[in-house]
C-alpha cells in the first residue's frame, strides 16, 4: 500500500528553542512563488494534455520528461538495487525528482534531485 504513496517522511518534532528563534526562514510568500513557477513549467511542458503536473505523469511520459544523466542513473540503480525498490518507487522518485529540478528552475534531472527523491522514500527502507 505505501508504494502508493509518493511522499513518506518522518516529521520529527521542533524545539521549543526553534520555535521561539527569531531567525528567519524562507517566507510562505518566498515558497509560493517557486511552486507557482514550478508550476508553471509544468503546464508548459505538459501543453493542453490531460497531464498537468509532475506527479500525475504516465510511465510513458516519465521516459519522455525524466531523462537522467550518467551519475543520476547510477544514484537511481543503486537505490533500487539497495533498497529492492519496485517498479512503481522508481516511476514516484522520477515524479519527485522532475518536481525538484522543477523547484530549482532546473531542465534537467541530476544526481542531487534523485537522491533527495530517494530520501522521501523512507518507509520503503524499513520494511
Do not use: W
Request: positive net charge; proline residues 1%; contains cysteine.
Amino acid at each position: 500500500m505505501l508504494d502508493r504513496i509518493d511522499i513518506h517522511i518522518d516529521v520529527p518534532s521542533v524545539s521549543f528553542s526553534k520555535l521561539r528563534s527569531k531567525e528567519t526562514s524562507s517566507g510562505s510568500g518566498e515558497i509560493r512563488q517557486q511552486v507557482m513557477a514550478a508550476r508553471e513549467i509544468q503546464r508548459k511542458r505538459f501543453g493542453e494534455k490531460k497531464t498537468t503536473t509532475d506527479a500525475t505523469m504516465t510511465h510513458r511520459q516519465i521516459s519522455k520528461f525524466c531523462g537522467l544523466n550518467e551519475s543520476a542513473e547510477m544514484v537511481l540503480k543503486n537505490a533500487m538495487t539497495e533498497f529492492g525498490l519496485s517498479a512503481r518507487a522508481h516511476d514516484k522518485i522520477c515524479k519527485v525528482a522532475r518536481t525538484i529540478a522543477d523547484l530549482e528552475n532546473k531542465e534537467n534531472i541530476n544526481a542531487e534531485h534523485i537522491a533527495e527523491a530517494v530520501s522521501y522514500r523512507k518507509l520503503d527502507r524499513s520494511l
